[in-house]
């Protein structure tokens, strides 16, 4: 489980909020997270960030569009300047 810190959380859909960046808000999923351990004793949160492939993340046919780094690194700026 994932234990995302609700301020942080927040501050992240405002800094979006004068981008072109659209959040949208994850329903619960059953998957595994080791980055969720951390989150236990650490503030923070983790997003997934939409790479527009029809196959999954440990799927061998995943084709990620590389545009999305460059959405992820700003949406992450856009918090740290916030």
Do not use: Q
């Not at 909020?17 to 659209?22: G, K, L, P």
């Not at 959040?23 to 997934?48: K, N, P, Q, S």
């Amino acid at each position: 489980m994932v234990h995302n810190d609700g301020e942080y959380v927040e501050r992240f859909k405002d800094a979006l909020s004068d981008t072109n960046i659209e959040f949208v808000e994850a329903e619960e999923a059953m998957t595994g997270e080791d980055f969720g351990y951390m989150l236990r004793d650490l503030r923070g949160f983790m997003f997934w960030l939409g790479v527009d492939s029809e196959h999954g993340l440990h799927n061998s046919k995943l084709n990620p569009k590389e545009d999305a780094i460059e959405v992820g690194i700003k949406a992450v700026v856009n918090m740290i300047k916030s």
